[in-house]
């Protein structure tokens, strides 16, 4: 059995040495050292979402190291991307090349993936997306992974619940144009609005870094429209719901997977009240295994978890068991197990998964009510 991680020569494992044969005394007890980069939007305008993916993995961490004892022994290595394309890439690559990992967690944005996964399945290196949710991360190639729940599961189930409670017929969209999370979700918006017969009543875009969105706001209010479907990331889809408030609209709001972070209710304040969004996690989930962790995590952070949080620490959780069934902390071997998953149930739900490896699980249809999301019903 070889020890360690042996995609490279120069890991933290005890008995891959550089040079030499490389193989290890091959008793069957000896411990898995695996190594796993995370690459996340740590900091910047974003950076809530990397923060909550950090502590989720943390927790998750500390716990499996403790539970494996003697079988196996994860190390994270963190890079921050601070959102941008070019930074995921060179995290990667230095994740790859330099640390030697057996697989990464991340990157936080599916623009994030859609430039560095293929870098990662160039080298043969696994890769886990755990908050993409983006169309067409799998398509990278197979060394690509996610537990994301995709805009199109989540997006639609949202949508119906929307129409049916609060009887929309018109709706306007508004998204980041810059941002390749948002126009999916824009994508799915106004294909499910076609879908449920809505009216579209008009349309705007902004660019991620805008802080002004009066203009195209009034416009699309003097529309009509029974709801606004707001695409983006949480910093500006948080000041277009303020704005809007600001501007007079009470209609429905609706957001997608970028508003699942409490940062919303610091940015949007008050105006936040009555926003409606699909996560495939609740903390308030009535649920032995998610309320185990929610406590788990106050205790550590004094604070919830979100859905982000939650779905780091679920994939954490899925790199060990595979890692385990291996039997080595080896790239190849890691891939077939992830490929072999075919269903897995976290915190964040039941998830299967199809035979691209996208995840297919159910979302929960929230609704902002002072201060935090609660079921909507
Ligand atoms: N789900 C989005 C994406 O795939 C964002 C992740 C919100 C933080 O890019």
């Not at 610091?266 to 406590?295: H, M, N, R, Y």
């Not at 996208?358 to 902002?368: E, L, R, T, Y």
Request: charged share 25%; net charge negative; glycine share 12%.
């Amino acid at each position: 059995l070889m020890v360690g991680c042996s995609s490279g020569g120069n890991t933290s494992a005890p008995a891959a040495g550089e040079g030499g044969s490389g193989q290890a005394a091959s008793t069957d007890e000896q411990e898995i050292q695996a190594k796993i980069g995370v690459v996340g939007f740590l900091s910047g305008s974003g950076a809530a979402y990397g923060e909550a993916q950090k502590a989720g993995l943390e927790l998750a961490l500390g716990e499996l190291n403790e539970a494996n004892k003697g079988k196996l022994k994860i190390e994270l290595k963190f890079e921050d991307s601070a959102g941008e394309k070019e930074g995921a890439i060179n995290a990667v690559n230095k994740l790859i090349n330099q640390d030697n990992v057996v697989a990464i967690i991340g990157p936080t944005l599916s623009g994030e993936m859609f430039a560095a996964g293929p870098v990662a399945n160039e080298a043969e290196t696994p890769i886990f997306g755990i908050s993409n949710t983006s169309e067409g991360i799998n398509d990278i190639g197979e060394y690509v992974f996610r537990n994301s729940l995709p805009e199109s599961i989540a997006i639609p189930t949202a949508m119906k619940a929307a129409v049916e409670k609060n009887g929309l017929k018109k709706v306007a969209l508004i998204h980041a144009s810059n941002d390749d999370f948002s126009v999916n979700g824009y994508k799915v918006m106004k294909a499910t609005a076609e879908k449920l017969g809505l009216e579209i009543t008009g349309e705007a875009t902004f660019a991620n870094g805008d802080v002004d969105f009066s203009a195209q706001l009034t416009k699309l209010k003097q529309t009509n429209p029974d709801a606004l479907l707001v695409s983006a990331l949480y910093k500006e889809g948080s000041m277009v719901v303020k704005k809007a408030r600001e501007l007079g609209f009470t209609g429905t709001i609706l957001g997608g997977n970028g508003f699942n972070n409490p940062k919303v209710f610091e940015i949007a304040g008050p105006a936040a009240e009555g926003l409606i969004v699909a996560t495939p996690f609740s903390p308030e989930k009535k649920d032995d295994k998610v309320q185990a962790f929610v406590k788990a995590f106050e205790a550590k952070y004094n604070k919830k978890p979100d859905q982000f949080a939650a779905q780091a620490y679920d994939s954490l959780y899925i790199m060990s068991q595979s890692l385990l069934a291996a039997g080595k902390a080896e790239r190849e071997e890691l891939r077939g197990q992830l490929a072999q998953l075919r269903d897995f149930t976290g915190v964040s739900g039941k998830l299967s998964f199809d035979e691209k490896r996208n995840p297919i699980g159910d979302a929960v249809v929230v609704v902002a009510k002072e201060g935090k999301f609660v079921p909507f019903e």
